[in-house]
């Protein structure tokens, strides 16, 4: 018995448990998100002085700039 059903790659397999449903333009909305994610920490990171708070924000900037590369891959493979 499968609990999980693969898709042709790792990352198609991935998207797919994320529920994205392509009628409804979410994966814009999620672009968006991720976009003001990367400006909401490069703000903090500016302003931040304390050595682990600007670490923080590095490590949250990395994240969202991973997270949009991957949404754009994945609007290239669905067109």
């Known amino acids: 018995m ?3 059903s693969r898709g042709k790659t ?3 397999d991935i998207y797919t448990r994320l529920s994205f449903d392509p009628e409804s333009n979410t994966i814009l909305d999620e ?3 991720a976009r003001r ?3 909401t920490a490069y703000t903090n990171f500016r302003n931040a002085s304390d050595p682990d708070l600007i670490d923080a ?3 949250e900037g ?3 700039w991973k997270r949009y ?3 754009l891959r ?3 493979l669905g067109t």
């Open 10 to 12: 790792a990352e198609e």
């Open 74 to 76: 994945q609007m290239k």
């Open 57 to 59: 924000y590095i490590y």
């Open 2 to 4: 499968k609990l999980f």
């Open 62 to 64: 990395n994240a969202a």
């Open 69 to 71: 590369e991957f949404l």
């Open 37 to 39: 994610e990367i400006e």
């Open 31 to 33: 672009l968006a998100q």
